[in-house]
T-cell receptor, first 111, second 110 residues
Framework: KQEVTQIPAALSVPEGENLVLNCSFT??????LQWFRQDPGKGLTSLLL?????REQTSGRLNASLDKSSGRSTLYIAASQPGDSATYLC??????????FGKGTRLHILP | NAGVTQTPKFQVLKTGQSMTLQCAQD?????MSWYRQDPGMGLRLIHY???????DQGEVPNGYNVSRSTTEDFPLRLLSAAPSQTSVYFC?????????FGSGTQLSVL
């Protein structure tokens, strides 16, 4: 059974710093991995989607990497801003077409 | 495009009451799904549909019913609400491999 783990559960970082969020999964037979952002009281917004054949995707200050063989992904946020404060979730699309989510990392950027 | 629209945003029920959470999307996506989000549990799939007339169970389907009579709508029914169903419910549609979420329904069952 696929399990997706995100560590740490919460993170506080001073504004301007670069940071890395981690995601690991137990079954490497995935189609893709997706990173989402969730603001309090809101739904999830897709940030980046990495296909299983890709190593990384970039969007602005965000860079997501995927190492399928080791079951790991990272989300790198450059030059963090208070507006980046949110919960970040990763999710994998399994071969059985089910999407499995991690529990998220709550990120707080300190002004 | 409104995207994925969920109603209501908030609901309080008494144990044993029934209700329907509404979900509609205007993107003509075939795939739609319902998740619940609980503290410490993450998002868990309740039911999903790959097209009109087709539904299937997810990870936690007990206590919930769904139907999909049109591509646009995917309602979630609670037949007899229980306190264990207190949660935030999200509807999502999917195009290719990308998920699009509604803003959620916060449900409390007393």
């Amino acid at each position: 059974k696929q399990e997706v783990t995100q560590i740490p559960a919460a993170l506080s970082v001073p504004e301007g710093e670069n940071l890395v969020l981690n995601c690991s999964f137990t079954d490497s037979a995935i189609y893709n991995l997706q990173w989402f952002r969730q603001d309090p009281g809101k739904g999830l917004t897709s940030l980046l989607l990495i296909q299983s054949s890709q190593r990384e995707q970039t969007s602005g200050r965000l860079n997501a990497s995927l190492d399928k063989s080791s079951g790991r992904s990272t989300l790198y946020i450059a030059a963090s801003q208070p507006g980046d404060s949110a919960t970040y979730l990763c999710a994998v699309l399994n071969r059985d077409d089910k999407i499995i989510f991690g529990k998220g990392t709550r990120l707080h950027i300190l002004p | 495009n409104a995207g994925v629209t969920q109603t209501p945003k908030f609901q309080v029920l008494k144990t044993g009451q029934s209700m329907t959470l509404q979900c509609a999307q205007d993107m003509n996506h075939e795939y739609m799904s319902w998740y619940r989000q609980d503290p410490g549990m993450g998002l868990r799939l309740i039911h999903y549909s790959v097209g009109a007339g087709i539904t299937d169970q997810g990870e936690v389907p007990n206590g919930y019913n769904v139907s999909r009579s049109t591509t646009e709508d995917f309602p979630l029914r609670l037949l007899s609400a229980a306190p264990s169903q207190t949660s935030v419910y999200f509807c999502a549609s999917r195009l290719n491999e990308k998920l699009f979420f509604g803003s959620g329904t916060q449900l409390s069952v007393l």
